[in-house]
């Protein structure tokens, strides 16, 4: 039996495409192996976002490369430089683009047999997903991803994604229906609606929040959430549901990215920080205490200090529970690109730290003023830390507690009392 081993960079959208590659690989006889050197092929899924994230996937592939196997490049860095990459890697055999895994399979079969070395980028801007088995072979793993839109239209300035991953599509609504029965029937509790933008997710007259409500009236799913969401499309509506019906999880990732008008307006994000404002007071009324998390790019062109003292008011103004923050990268191909990167890499990096601490401060603040408090989490995963077993679970808002309790069982939702903090996670007590 032929073995291939994987990894992956980038978002969670490309860590469910390499589970959706898997399963097709797994499928044609192909079995998983979790090292490199044990491997007949080895699949990279990539990212393209930042430079930092090209380089090291560079890196990567170079020191894997080492091995035997046939190595295979797949994502948004295979789409972004095609067969660039051959002169980048060497003894790399095949790339693929994100919306050409269907023909991933057989692409690797033929350079297993003696075929040449291959790049398959072709973007039709339609090609839809076939998932009928990502969940089956993994059972067990209590929280999974599933896709529900492909691709991204909005063209941020600054963003080379909407050119890699094409317009969007959504997936049609009984596909997905029956994947979540796959993935509950599985023994999947918590599963994670994915796309660069949900919000947008339009398919036969059905549009988001009327997906989410047809997933919990007709699955048996324990929990619900969904990422990433674009504040242009945001619809209270779903913060509603969340009210009514406590299987949504009361999260949203909502990104902000910058703080000042005449930068967002640069950016090309549709929405000023009022607008941005406005969403989270009116999403707080109706869940007050919903959790929120949020991206951030510091640096972009032209940026002053006074921009940047904007977005830190956005911070201490919305309380989020955790930031994603970047340091802006221009992206060839981009509408910024063309713009002047004329923030200084120092000044990027200072304002960085200064955004990091406090997004930690306020964090900490959150997670404090809970303390004592009875949660519910979702127990997903056995951890290590020190000398001492713990497991790990998850609570609704998206906190991570660890409990030290030994006979639970993985997927297991439990209630505990939220006794202390560590790094930024709770410690748990089972009540
Ligand atoms: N679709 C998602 C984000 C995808 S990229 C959304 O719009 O929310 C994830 C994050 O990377 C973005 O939110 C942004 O903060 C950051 N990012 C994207 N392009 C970037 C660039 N050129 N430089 C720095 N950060 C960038
Ligand atoms: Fe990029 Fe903007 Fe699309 Fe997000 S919404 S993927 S930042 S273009
Ligand atoms: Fe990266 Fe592509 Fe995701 S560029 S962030 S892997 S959509």
Redesign the pocket.
Known sequence: MMKAYYESFGCQMNAFDTEVIESMMTASGFETVQSAEMADVIIVNTCSVRENAEQRAIGRLNDLSRNKAVLVVCGCMAQRMGDSLFDKVSGLSLIVGPDNYLELVSAVISIIEGGEKNVITGQDGKAAYRLGSTGSEKGGRVSRFLSITRG?E???SY?I??YLRGAVRSRDIAQILREVKILTAAGTEEITLLG??VMAYNRDGVDFAGLIRHILENSDIRRLRFL?T?PRDVNTQIFQIMKEDPRLCPHIHL?FQAGSNRILSMMGRGYTREHYLDIISEAREIMPDLAISTDIIVGFPSETDSDFEETLDIIRKCRFDSAFTFKYSPREGTEAYKMDDDVSSELKKERLKRLNSLVQKIRKDILESRIGLIDEILLDARVKKGENLFWKGRTPHFRNVLVSSDDLNQGEILRVSLSGIRNFTYLGEVV
């Open positions: 991204c909005n063209f941020c963003c994604v909407p660069q933008n990433t674009h990104p």
